[in-house]
């Protein structure tokens, strides 16, 4: 590089991969520069700045509350993502994928299975929803769980313990699904409902949350947890 001024060096051929990426990188930030001034203003250079000038910006969902929720169980959230963008592997998209031709439902053989019937029509999936929400004391149509949540009136606690439940849900009516196709055996909803309370119910107990309010301690005896 002697002689050679940082913003002009490029990479030689038989440089390693992580050099070769640094420069590459160089390069690209060099296009946010104006002169000496970062994105032409008088504001400094930041790791934030340059991370939000570089990658891609997607509109906000509006699912996302429900999602990244610290009272989630680790393991559901993926599951409840993949649901969320249609992204889980049902008959109907292994078949489209030419993996798959039958498309009958491991759970309810009357119907073929797909994203729609396996989350808001299986009659398990629908009594492990009734049944779930009989426990919170709540009542919607799942398919409307994003709008529900937008409108529904719940202070913090109770937003997170039953938005974390309904992602519970969704790993559950997968894992009952998979159980059903690979074991030929389909858990009952009563024991799905006890799994999730119980899973949901440990993760409050993990967060240590000290203070609640006297209304938080009333709505969680209602729901025979303390």
């Given at each position: ?24 990188t160089m390069q690209a930030f060099k296009q946010a520069y104006v002169g000496n001034k970062w994105l032409g203003s008088d504001s400094p250079y930041t790791p934030q700045s340059g991370y939000d000038w570089m ?151 993990r967060l240590n949350l000290s203070v609640l309010h006297v209304k938080d301690l009333v709505w969680l ?6």
């Open positions: 590089m002697k002689g050679i001024e940082w913003s002009d060096y490029t990479a030689p051929l038989d440089s390693s991969w992580t050099w070769k990426k640094i420069t590459h990658r891609i910006k997607h509109p906000l969902v509006n699912w996302r509350f429900i999602c990244w929720n610290s009272m989630n169980v680790h393991k559901n959230v993926f599951i409840f993502w993949a649901f969320m963008h249609r992204r889980l592997l049902t008959k109907d998209r292994m078949a489209r994928m030419g993996i798959l031709a039958d498309l009958t439902c491991d759970i309810y053989a009357s119907s073929n299975e797909d994203h729609e019937h396996l989350f808001y029509y299986c009659p398990s999936s629908v009594r492990c929803c009734s049944l779930l929400q009989q426990q919170l004391h709540i009542s919607f149509n799942f398919s409307e769980l994003v709008h529900w949540f937008s409108v529904a009136k719940l202070n913090g606690l109770q937003r997170r313990f039953i938005g974390a439940c309904h992602v519970a849900l969704i790993y559950w009516i997968w894992t009952v699904r998979n159980e059903a196709r690979v074991l030929s055996y389909v858990r009952r909803p009563e024991d799905v409902v006890n799994q999730i309370m119980q899973d949901i119910h440990t993760r409050f107990l005896q209602s729901l025979h947890l303390t």
